[in-house]
């Protein structure tokens, strides 16, 4: 799941060289907090926080196929 987050991250933003990607917790219960470029939250985020809760949706269906519960932060620069 942290490998489809960067992926995703890479993807969408113009410095992709400073995505990051922390994962914690375990067992069926993972945090992943994303880090990108100041100049790239607004491409991450989105209007409204639509491009973010698509992203958290997309890691919501894949974290269900393995039996686990997962939420994403996206931190501020």
């Known amino acids: 799941m942290k490998e ?3 992926y995703i991250a890479k993807s969408l933003v113009d410095h992709p ?5 922390r994962q914690s ?3 069926s219960r ?3 907090e994303l880090k990108v ?3 790239d939250m607004g491409r991450v985020i989105g209007r409204s926080g639509r ?3 698509a992203v958290r949706t997309l ?6 196929r393995e039996g686990k519960q ?4 996206v931190l501020e620069p």
């Open 59 to 64: 890691l919501r269906v894949a974290a269900e």
């Open 30 to 32: 993972v945090r992943l």
């Open 17 to 21: 060289d400073e995505v990051e990607v």
């Open 37 to 39: 470029n100041a100049d």
């Open 4 to 6: 489809l987050i960067e």
């Open 70 to 73: 997962v939420t994403l932060d």
């Open 25 to 27: 917790g375990s067992g």
């Open 51 to 53: 491009v973010a809760n």
